[in-house]
């Protein structure tokens, strides 16, 4: 956790284009969620892809500074490196706040499912790096629902996730790396129950 939190504000730049937005890529999400929630069969309850567009609907034009992002930073995309002591790869750029670039830390499997854990890598990246915890929550559930239909993890959901999906009832293929912990453990709500 530590190498993010050095890394991101590394990344923080002013940005625009030729740099897609988050609030272009978030809308895309939100036209897509319900068309791939029924491609998929279903996988989950319809509150869940409901909630995930709503909270896009809310966040996506009331963003604060627009700086670089980094859509898909997770343990696996940070190399350590001679040039700088690490660096990050396989970078899916886009300009938005500072927020949303949370969402594929939080969401991580590679430091760990357990709730605790989740809420742990909330609670500390967004007061350590002094950001609004509400909205980068909002944009960590955004991005894992969005991103859950096509996951090329679900085997790993089925493996580490077990328990999870045991009491949840959601299905595998609408993991996308944390989605019973967003979601059917954490009851969407109210916000600061995770």
């Not at 991101?8 to 923080?12: E, K």
């Given at each position: 956790?530590?190498?993010?939190m050095?890394i ?5 730049k ?12 978030a ?29 896009i ?76 915890r ?42 996308g ?5 967003y ?12």
């Open positions: 956790m530590a190498v993010m050095g991101l504000p590394r990344l923080w002013p940005a625009a284009a030729p740099f897609r937005s988050l609030t272009t890529e809308k895309d999400w939100a036209a897509s969620l319900l068309p791939d929630w029924e491609v998929a069969g279903k996988p989950c309850e319809r509150r869940l892809i409901d909630a995930a567009a709503g909270l609907s809310e966040l996506a034009d009331t963003q604060g500074d627009q700086v670089l992002v980094h859509q898909d930073l997770h343990g696996n995309n940070t190399i350590s490196a001679e040039r700088q002591p690490w660096l990050v790869i396989d970078p899916k750029p886009l300009t938005g706040e500072r927020e949303y670039s949370l969402a594929p830390i939080i969401r991580s499997f590679e430091f760990g499912h357990s709730r605790a854990e989740v809420v742990g890598r909330l609670d500390r990246l967004s007061d350590e790096l002094g950001l609004d509400e909205r980068a929550r909002g944009w960590a559930v955004a991005q894992t629902v969005a991103w859950s239909f096509e996951s090329d993890y679900a085997h790993r959901s089925l493996r580490d996730g077990a328990l999870a999906f045991g009491r949840s009832g959601v299905s595998p293929r609408c993991y790396g944390a989605i019973p912990f979601a059917t453990r954490c009851r969407l709500g109210p916000r600061r129950s995770w």
